[in-house]
């Protein structure tokens, strides 16, 4: 069965880092755009960052676009988010998630994707 276990995540200081990994198994990895989307706390489930099967081709959303990194190792069926510059803003529960069928280019709506990981916190406090 398909499974995505999200780890990574913790306290971060404001300008600090943090990298999340997304380890996958149950499906064939390197057919399928990843995101990453997050909830904070009160708030509905943000897409955040996408990148397609290949890994030649990313998305951002603008809250995060130059400081977060989406990155995926398809030899390890791991995808990655490297998150630079923090804001409190950030804090959040970050999961991962699969494409809900093989196609080219990364959908940016969260009912686009079918199995979802357990979720990594992240927390950016002084």
């Known amino acids: 069965q398909v499974q995505l276990v999200e780890s990574g995540g913790g306290l971060a200081q404001p300008g600090g880092s943090l990298r999340l990994s997304c380890a996958a198994s149950?499906?064939?990895?390197?057919?399928?755009?990843m995101s990453w989307a997050r909830q904070a706390p009160g708030k509905g489930l943000e897409w955040v960052s996408g990148?397609?099967?290949?890994?030649?081709?990313?998305h951002y959303a603008d809250s995060v676009k130059g400081r977060f990194t989406i990155s995926r190792d398809n030899a390890k069926n791991t995808v990655y988010l490297r998150m630079n510059s923090l804001k409190p803003e950030d804090t959040a529960l970050y999961y991962c998630a699969k494409d809900r069928i093989s196609r080219l280019g990364i959908p940016i709506r969260t009912d686009e994707y079918d199995y979802w990981g357990q979720g990594t916190q992240v927390t950016v406090s002084s």
């Open positions: 990148i397609g099967n290949d890994g030649s081709d990313t």
């Open positions: 149950g499906f064939t990895f390197s057919s399928y755009a």
